[in-house]
């Protein structure tokens, strides 16, 4: 998620998509049907755009794919009865974080979606994550939608769960660009990050047109749960799909600073050429993620597995000898510590 960028060259955008693409891209609240006038109005935000590229790896462009998903989310919506969907982009456009939450004001939106896909430096993360407004209802209702997302995203498709998480800025408000822009015009709003295209693990869930909409209808599945939608075409009727319940929080949720608060090694022992490890993690304020271990004292190091364990106990195969084992446990945020370096015997 790249926003930087000169802003000489955003002024000239700015003022060349004033004359090239006028605010009607996106229809008035006026031509809605009057007959569906009770409908949801639902905008999607396709991420970057123009010379915001976003993330790039050979052959990918996030803000290409940003919009074949959002396409897809919007042409499978539009299947469910009783919702309106527009795009805040539907070619390539360069809009502002501040644009994109306006377009969705201007046609009365219920909620906001913004759509992106994740590169991390170094390139070691993989999974889908869903960041939510900080605050009250907003906080309630984006954690209610993005963890119906959250499953389809992972429960039925197979991306790793990084979770539903806030990000807040040094004055402690949203750090989100366009979630901050969205909460001050009253939209509920969620950016998607559906997964990491610099990472091996998640390349086999996007690295094809046909995946990247498959992903825009997932979104959308996520999003007619919640909001119950019913549809003839599809035969599906989520009225009575049960939602996450949180408390609206009346100060800002702020993201996890601290590592994990254990990290350690409870048994390790030698087999067959394989190392079988139970380790210990928990952090009180995030869940675990992943671990990565090193068999040279903390020199190099493994790559991040899963943790697959609900618990704070997980026993784990390490598919390789050695003659002592390091292992780090990372929380939600991606922050690790460190356990001791337990010597191993046969
Ligand atoms: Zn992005």
Request: one cysteine or more; glycine letters at 8%.
């Amino acid at each position: 998620m790249k926003y930087k960028r000169k802003i000489i060259t955003g002024l000239t955008a700015a003022l060349l998509f004033a004359v090239a693409v006028p605010f009607c891209t996106l229809a008035a609240p006026a031509e809605k049907n009057p007959q569906a006038a009770q409908d949801i109005v639902v905008v999607i935000d396709p991420g970057h755009g123009g010379s915001n590229i976003g993330g790039q790896i050979p052959g990918v462009d996030e803000k290409n794919a940003t919009l074949v998903t959002a396409l897809a989310m919007k042409e499978e919506l539009e299947k469910y009865e009783g919702i309106t969907v527009y795009l805040t982009r539907y070619g390539d456009q360069e809009l502002s974080l501040a644009e994109r939450p306006r377009l969705a004001k201007a046609v009365n939106a219920d909620f906001f979606f913004s759509i992106h896909y994740n590169k991390a430096v170094p390139n070691r993360l993989y999974g889908a994550e869903v960041w939510i407004p900080s605050l009250g209802e907003n906080y309630a209702k984006g954690y209610a939608c993005g963890d119906l997302i959250l499953n389809e995203l992972c429960d039925t498709y197979g991306l790793y769960r990084r979770g539903i998480k806030t990000k807040l800025n040094d004055k402690g408000t949203d750090y989100y660009g366009v979630i901050k822009n969205a909460t001050a015009l009253g939209i509920p709003s969620m950016i998607i990050e559906h997964c990491h295209i610099d990472n091996e693990v998640d390349v086999p869930f996007f690295n094809s047109p046909e995946k990247l909409v498959l992903l825009g209808r997932l979104d959308a599945t996520g999003v007619a749960k919640y909001f119950g939608l019913k549809s003839e075409v599809l035969g599906v009727d989520y009225s009575s799909v049960p939602k996450t319940v949180v408390a609206a929080p009346t100060s800002a949720v702020s993201q996890d600073l601290t590592p994990p608060e254990t990290a350690d090694i409870l048994t390790a022992s030698k087999a067959d050429g394989k190392i079988i490890a139970t380790l210990q993690g928990s952090d009180s304020q995030s869940s675990i993620l992943y671990y990565d271990y090193s068999l040279d004292g903390g020199l190099t190091w493994s790559i991040l597995h899963k943790w697959d364990s609900a618990g704070v106990a997980n026993t784990v195969t390490i598919p390789a000898d050695g003659d002592s084992l390091t292992v780090r446990i990372y929380n939600q945020y991606d922050l690790a510590s460190q356990s001791r370096t337990v010597v191993l015997t046969k």
